[in-house]
């Protein structure tokens, strides 16, 4: 391999508003697909999923309080840099979250196709993000942790997370919706595992 081809590049602040933006508009359309069609999801999007579907104060305002405690994990072991993007991935995704039912309405949404291409969509905003030096919290946050201090590829922690969260709800919703959540779950995962490895992406 030439030196130019394993040479990182330094992202620019343009690079990482245009990711910000584009990341979290992704995982806040995958979210609502999985709203609508009554699928859950992993990590603390799927508690806060659980909450709104218990009555609970709302997706987007769960989203973001349950995410507060794990910035205080980002600040001190990832840095500045990554908690304040993080931070703003996480609100842009609360309130594109919000404001979702008065912009985007789906006259007719399979439940399967609702898993698949939400969750592809979830799993490239978040591809993004982490490529940029962010998350969208939680799960997210302990995952790239891990990638960065203990080898553990991404990917896989969020997949094994986000499975486990769906399987919890076993006991509140139906069978089906729940294997139609796992496959969400999964199509989020296989993206990260596939794209987001240590050595793959050169960008910083």
Known sequence: MSSSASTAVAHSWLDDAHALIAGSLFV??????FAHAGLLTGGVAGVAFLLDYAGGPGIAWGFFVLNLPFFLLAWRRLGAEFTVKSFIAVGLVSACTALAPRVVRFEVLDPWVASVLGGF?????LLALLRHRASVGGVNILAQWLQQTRGLRAGKVQMAV????????????????LLQSVVG??????ILTLNHRPGRYLGV
């Open 185 to 190: 779950a999964l199509a989020i995962g296989a």
């Open 121 to 125: 969509l979830i799993g490239f905003g």
């Open 28 to 33: 806040a359309l995958g979210l609502t697909m």
């Open 162 to 177: 986000d499975v486990a969260v769906v399987l919890a709800a076993l006991f509140i919703v139906e069978p089906q919706r």
